[in-house]
């Protein structure tokens, strides 16, 4: 198993809110500009990243969840979070969360979110 535990994910309806955590057993995780990833049922993409951060905080997002979506880092605990508010029918997925960078950490299994009308 690799160092990566995502949870959080569930069942809402349109305009609900979840947040996502990963752990991360590694202590690389400090320095490591980390992504929240997803895959979407039927997307070209094998890993759309949604959002990252930086290892001092600064913050990026995809347009489609800009606004809605928030992550955050808290090191002393090694985890990683994605608040996510407003959620719509396309932000179903399994979200993923790795290092942003050229050589990933393995893959952890996930956790599902399925948004409803």
């Known amino acids: 198993q690799g160092p990566l535990v995502e949870s959080g994910g569930g069942s809402v309806q349109s305009g609900g809110s979840l947040r996502l955590s990963c752990v991360v057993s590694d202590n690389t995780f400090r320095i490591a500009a980390m992504g929240w990833y997803r895959k979407r049922p039927g997307a070209a993409k094998q890993y759309e990243l949604v959002?990252?951060?930086?290892?001092?905080?600064?913050?990026d997002y995809d347009d489609s969840v800009k606004g809605r979506f928030t992550v955050s880092r808290e090191n002393a605990k090694n985890t990683l979070y994605l608040q996510m508010n407003n959620l719509k029918p396309e932000d179903t997925g399994v979200y993923y969360c790795?290092?942003?960078?050229?050589?990933?950490?393995?893959w952890g299994q996930g956790t599902h979110v399925d948004v409803s009308e």
């Open positions: 790795n290092k942003w960078a050229a050589f990933p950490w393995a």
């Open positions: 959002a990252r951060i930086t290892s001092d905080g600064n913050t």
